[in-house]
Each structure stands twice: as C-alpha cells, then as structure tokens.
C-alpha cells in the first residue's frame, strides 16, 4: 500500500529532513512512527500528502508513484488519504456537520450523497446527534472525533494521524486509538505519529523510529505481504 524506497529530502536550507529512508506498509496495517522532535517525521507524512516530494527516492501510495506525480492528478490522490492533526483544525464558524462535509463539497459530491456519507462517518465516531452544534460546544475528545469523521468521510485507502491524541487524557487516547483500530479492520492502513511510547507499546503494532532523518527500526519490507 506505501513504500518508500531509499527516500532523501533535502530542503533549499541545506536541511536534510530525511537520507535514504525505506519501507513499506501493507494494506490494511497499522502501525506507528515514533522519534524525537526534527527527526524527519512531519517531512515524511508530507512526502505521503504530495505536500512534498523527494529530493532522491520514490514514494508510491496505493500504486501511485508520488515522485513522478502531474500536478493535475495531486488532488485525486489526496482523496484517497485521510490526515487527522493533533489541532484537529476545525472550523468553528460553521457545524460540526458542515465541517465533516468539507471535502466532499469540495470533490463535488451531491447533497444526497453527502448527507448519507457524514452521517455515517459521524455515527462511526459516536457524534451523530450533534452534527448541528458547533464544535466550539464539544470537548476536547468530541473535536478530536470530529477530526477524524471528516478524515474518514471520503472512505480513505490510507489514514495519517499526526500526534492525534497529543492533548487528550489517557483514557480519551484509548478511545481514539480504539476508533484507529476499527479503521484498520475494515481494511484501511493507518500511520500513526506520536511522541506517546507508552500508548505504542500499549497498542502492540509495529513501530517505525526516526532518527536524524534515518529510519533505525521497521525499515524491512514486509516479504509476501500485498503492498499495492
């Protein structure tokens, strides 16, 4: 589903974000990226956004090879990828519905079609009775969970999180991390970034670290698994 083969960036500072980093995931894996802060780790959620591209190496998503990538085609592979953020990022002038339904008014999704799809996204996070509060009214774990309905509401291949439980209690991290593990289930491959090793060893799932831009553990290819 990824692979990231001998992938280097460097920026126009002389920074060298990530040197001749591989591995892949499978489809339908989850799994963690861990490493201490500016050890590249932002850089390669990027890379798999196209918000970047690679100064060496390849990044294929889903059979896309993102290094060689049009500009025009950009957006469709955006599609294909929900990004949760630590921030969540919403838009406190408008509902939490409105909010979900962002990236399908934006793909140009019916109405009809729209509705049925946030509904189902907000019933999967446990928010379907609040769709018309704004999420200023929610907790904290409520805007998460917010968060991660409009990142599911296109029905993703690929699922990033970046520090997605950074601010929330122990027991509010468990239930986003159980919302995660549902995804994976039905086939969704899920990258999770956090600086939380305890919750990683609590989840048992692979782990991928960082260090100074250099993958040091989870780099071998997953042999006989199905990446595309």
Do not use: C, W
Request: hydrophobic share 40%; proline share 4%; net charge positive.
């Amino acid at each position: 589903m990824v692979r990231f083969d001998r992938v280097s960036k460097r920026y126009p500072s002389g920074n060298e974000a990530l040197s001749g980093v591989s591995f892949e995931l499978a489809r339908g894996e989850m799994a963690f990226l861990t490493g201490h802060s500016g050890a590249g780790k932002s850089t390669l959620l990027k890379l798999m956004m196209r918000m970047e591209v690679p100064t060496r190496g390849e990044v294929i998503v889903d059979g896309s090879n993102l290094s060689r990538l049009r500009e025009g085609l950009v957006p469709y592979h955006r599609r294909k990828v929900g990004v949760v953020f630590q921030n969540h990022q919403l838009l406190f002038d408008r509902s939490v519905f409105e909010n979900v339904a962002l990236p399908l008014l934006i793909a140009g999704t019916s109405l009809k079609e729209t509705g049925r799809r946030v509904r189902a996204a907000l019933d999967k996070v446990g928010l379907l009775g609040k769709e018309k509060l704004n999420p200023i009214q929610l907790s904290g774990g409520e805007q998460q969970r917010i968060g991660i309905a409009r990142a599911v509401v296109n029905k993703p291949a690929l699922l990033i999180a970046d520090e997605p439980t950074g601010n929330l209690d122990p027991e509010l991290s468990a239930e986003i991390m159980n919302l995660f593990s549902q995804f994976q289930q039905v086939g969704v491959t899920v990258l999770i970034a956090t600086h939380d090793i305890a919750l990683v060893e609590r989840m048992n799932k692979r782990r991928l670290i960082l260090q100074d831009g250099q993958m040091i553990e989870g780099h071998q290819f997953n042999s006989g698994a199905s990446h595309v």
